[in-house]
């Protein structure tokens, strides 16, 4: 247990929760009924404003609930769900705030940093060698404020490619600078690479067994999620997300306690005296005496199960009247942590069983949909539109590259051609009325790297689609490497604030203006051709995309 954990849990004795055989139920929710539930309630309020729904303990407020809002329907079906299972932070979408551009994320996260005074915490895949300025920013704030703290959450592997610098070697001035217990450096390796297999795969292919993968900047107490690394690309031309959460105390807590929980499990890197530069001037050094860095898989579990047992019995109210839930969601697939897949299923149950139609946005920078995912979307209700956002091949963040890695949008193309044909099967792409459209975002000189679903239900009055009222964000990707070998944490967020509606509905339009739809003509072009031995390949890897 972490130092940070421990002091939460004296501080409140609500936190002394005993351990429980499972955390995660698997008892399937009625979601059927409480749909209809949940439509009775809403007919039996009329046309009044302002009502409260309340879950658990908290208010979650429907603004201007009528009969005819049917945007709204399935809102307190999933959030109730939920509650049951994960995590939940009540706030307003006033206080969501969603940036649109790579260089709109930079200059935030800058500015967060110059506003520290108490801690800094970045999870982050690795942190890019050429950002000078990112790391000046930290050494300003560190030097400005003697009670400030760093904590760096990247992954191992990742962090000490062999390559010069690495991110480990460009940390070392930092580190030694302030020393090991202001900036403190938490990097996870993936138990799966292990044995014989470890000593073989060479170095950057071993990433592919896993990676620490979730994207937090979390800076006293506001937070910014995103799926965004902390490399230039990333603040120049590679399109994602980025949520910015400020003036939220517990969602920043929760943030920080779901890093810190890995923390046992992770090594520290310490720098070699007498060394200044090169792979000779650190060392990584596990922690953990208890266990190894190869076998903390059951203890990796109990403790990601015990962190959201914790706080989702503490249920934190939030402020009077919110209209906006947040449910944090962790997969890792390595530890045996799966609860994406329960909270996706929820979120399809509800969709799938609405009286009105829906329309589910769904996009991956690596579009190779989890089988679980591509199953449901393949025999859901035609009341379902689904529209899906992949990286056209000059957009993947591997074109151009050297190697094997060059394949990989060529391997895409083949997992997206594979998807077009299943659903073309499925009566749900055809040339009257289709139900599942797929389409490729490209943008000169830019690469995608976005991830995430949008959810809609029912029309305006001009029959246009309605404003999200719902949706996942976060680090997954949503295909089968998310689902089995990195480490994610992702948030499942209702809301019924129209502001926040708007701010989601601008954010996946914007997405979808420089996305053009695919078909079968797309696949017979000469450029498309995938060759046998990529797709042999790709057969090989298959759970590695």
């Known amino acids: 247990m972490s130092a940070y954990e421990s002091s939460r849990i004296e501080q409140n004795p609500k936190h002394r929760t005993t351990q429980r055989e499972h955390c995660f139920p698997t008892k399937r929710v009625n979601l059927g009924r409480i749909v209809r539930v949940d439509i009775q309630r809403r007919r039996e309020m009329g046309s009044s404003k302002d009502r409260h729904f309340g879950f658990n303990e908290g208010s979650f407020r429907l603004r201007d609930v009528r009969n005819d809002r049917d945007d709204l329907i399935g809102l307190t079906t999933l959030a109730t769900a939920l509650s049951a299972t994960q995590p939940r932070f009540n706030l307003s979408g006033t206080d969501v705030r969603i940036l649109r551009t790579p260089t709109e994320y930079y200059g935030n996260l800058i500015d967060m940093i110059k506003r520290a005074r108490r ?52 940390l070392m001035p930092l580190i030694k600078s302030f020393g090991e217990d202001r900036v403190r450096t938490h990097l996870f390796r993936t138990p799966k690479l292990k044995g014989l297999t470890a000593k073989l795969v060479p170095r950057r292919f071993d990433e592919g067994w896993g990676t620490w993968h979730a994207k937090l900047y979390a800076v006293d107490d506001e937070v910014m999620i995103s799926g965004a690394n902390l490399n230039s690309s990333y603040f120049t031309d590679r399109q994602d997300r980025y949520l910015h959460f400020k003036h939220q105390p517990s969602l920043t807590n929760y943030v920080i306690d779901y890093a810190s929980t890995m923390i046992p499990f992770t090594h520290r890197l310490v720098p070699v005296p007498g060394r200044e530069s090169g792979p000779e001037s650190y060392r990584a050094e596990w922690r953990n005496q208890q266990t190894g860095p190869t076998s903390f898989e059951a203890s990796g579990k109990k403790a990601f199960e015990s962190l959201q047992e914790r706080w989702r019995t503490s249920q934190l109210a939030g402020p009077s009247g919110s209209d906006t839930a947040i449910f944090p969601v962790i997969q890792s697939g390595v530890l045996g942590v799966r609860e994406e897949e329960m909270v996706i299923d929820k979120l399809f149950d509800c969709i799938s069983q609405s009286p009105v139609p829906a329309t589910v946005d769904l996009t991956s920078g690596y579009f190779g949909l989890y089988a679980p995912y591509k199953t449901r979307i393949l025999s859901s209700p035609d009341s ?28 895409y193309t083949w997992l997206e051609r594979r998807f077009w044909g299943a659903a073309s099967k499925a009566g749900k792409i055809s040339p009257q009325d289709s139900k599942v459209e797929l389409s490729e975002w490209e943008r000169q000189g830019w690469t995608y790297h976005a991830k995430g679903i949008w959810v809609r239900f029912g029309e305006d009055e001009s029959h246009h689609s309605s404003k999200p009222t719902m949706s996942l964000f976060g680090s997954t990707n949503l295909n089968s490497r998310s689902a089995n070998l990195d480490t994610e944490l992702s948030f499942m967020m209702v809301t019924s604030s129209g502001q926040l509606s708007e701010a989601l509905a601008e954010e996946v339009d914007g997405i979808r203006e420089k996305a053009s739809i695919v078909g079968r003509e797309t696949w017979e072009r000469s450029e498309r051709h995938v060759r046998l031995s990529t797709i042999a390949m790709a057969k090989m890897v298959a759970g590695m995309l």
């Open 384 to 411: 379902i539109r689904w529209r899906i956002v992949a990286a056209a091949p000059k957009a993947n963040g591997f074109y151009g590259s050297k190697g094997i890695s060059g394949r990989l949008p060529e391997a």
């Open 119 to 170: 801690r800094i915490v970045l999870s982050s895949l690795y942190i890019g060698t050429a950002e000078k300025e990112l790391l000046q920013a930290l050494h300003n704030a560190l030097q400005s404020n003697p009670q400030l703290t760093l904590d760096l959450h990247l992954d191992l592997l990742r962090s000490t490619r062999p390559e010069t610098p690495s991110t480990a070697e460009f």
